[in-house]
């Protein structure tokens, strides 16, 4: 659905602002004030919106162009300002030159994205050139557990003016040899005269706890802290989700 930025917009927007105020509390609580923020994968730029409307200083970028396109004008239409580009997770530096950011956030999974682990080695090196010294990256992940995971499906509603929008996604379950899980989408969007569907598919890539830690201790951040998705922080046991915080030395 990444090629119809503003369904996706209408689906992921609402709980944004309290998205930031938990990145925020976090970057605090690890000794960081959060002034300038770089997201990766900012897909509609929903988090750049509160940023900007927050007074912070906002960078952000994506590979698909259409999330691009609308990221821009959703914040022009606002009357807001960042600084938005497009580029891909493994090869950004160029359009950030010498710029250094406080805190950066990868949440829901977008790191996995990266379908190869040099491309996911090379974006982490990049981020930490990226951040100033002692600055964080919160980068919010799911991982398997091969053999126990199952096929999930979930369930998404909203509504923006006369359109109601459903969409309804499935996880497969990991696959142990390929780290590949496959997810599909339907989507259904009803309005007064019509409704529509679209389909889609994507794939991301797997890490269990091992091969997460072993990518972790490959690049030039460090880990100080594992979070559940509340921001409180937990032990090595396994979490649906989790937010990982790493620090540039």
Known sequence: MYHLPSYYDTLNTPGTAEDIDLYC????????????WLEPACGTGRHLRVLAGRGFSACGFDLDP????????????????????????????????KRQFDIAINPHSSFRHLLDERDAISHLDQMATSLAPGGIYIVGVSLARYGLDKDESDLWLAVRGRRHIRQEITYKKPNRTKRIE????????????????HSDSYRLQTYDRTQWD?????????????LDEEGSEVSASHQPYQLEVLVSN
Not at 25 to 36: L, S, V
Not at 182 to 197: A, D, G, K
């Open 25 to 36: 509390k976090i970057a605090r609580r690890y000794g960081r004030a959060p002034n300038a």
């Open 182 to 197: 496959e997810v599909h989408s339907r989507l259904t969007i009803s309005r007064p005269q019509r409704v529509e569907t």
């Open 66 to 97: 259409d999330m691009i396109n609308y990221a821009k004008e959703s914040l022009k239409t606002r009357g807001l300002r960042a600084h938005v580009f497009r580029a891909g997770m493994n090869d950004f530096i160029g359009p950030i030159r």
């Open 214 to 226: 072993r990518l972790l201790s490959r690049c030039r951040l460090r880990r100080v802290a594992t």
